[in-house]
Nanobody, 123 residues
């Protein structure tokens, strides 16, 4: 059974940092790209970051570029999202996702999803 389990969420003051962790299990994710998405109350799911299997290519939307960094440890089957300079607009549930043929920000192109971890930023 494939599982993606997120952790590392919590409450933080504006300007602070958090590091999210996504642990994958149940299969090998060789060749799979990994991504992070988020969803705030009353809003659609939003793409946050994507990293290729090799880790050599990353992609971010302008809303988080230069503040968030995605990375992966292929040996540990783990993906990280380092989030700096957080603000209230970053408050959301953050989801980890994996896909064999992802199209950057297209959520429907990801095959597996985690249950999410809450991030709350207070001003």
């Amino acid at each position: 059974q494939v599982q993606l389990v997120e952790s590392g969420g919590g409450s933080v003051q504006a300007g602070g940092s958090l590091r999210l962790v996504c642990a994958a299990s149940g299969r090998t994710f060789s060749g799979y790209a990994m991504g992070w998405f988020r969803q705030a109350p009353g809003k659609e799911r939003e793409f946050v970051a994507r990293i290729t299997w090799s880790g050599g290519s990353t992609y971010y939307p302008d809303s988080v570029k230069d503040r968030f960094t995605i990375s992966r440890d292929k040996v540990k089957n783990t993906v990280y999202l380092q989030m700096n300079s957080l603000n209230s607009e970053d408050t959301a549930v953050y989801y980890c996702a994996a896909g064999a043929r992802v199209r950057y920000s297209d959520a429907s192109s990801y095959d597996y999803w985690g249950q999410g971890t809450q991030v709350t930023v207070s001003s």
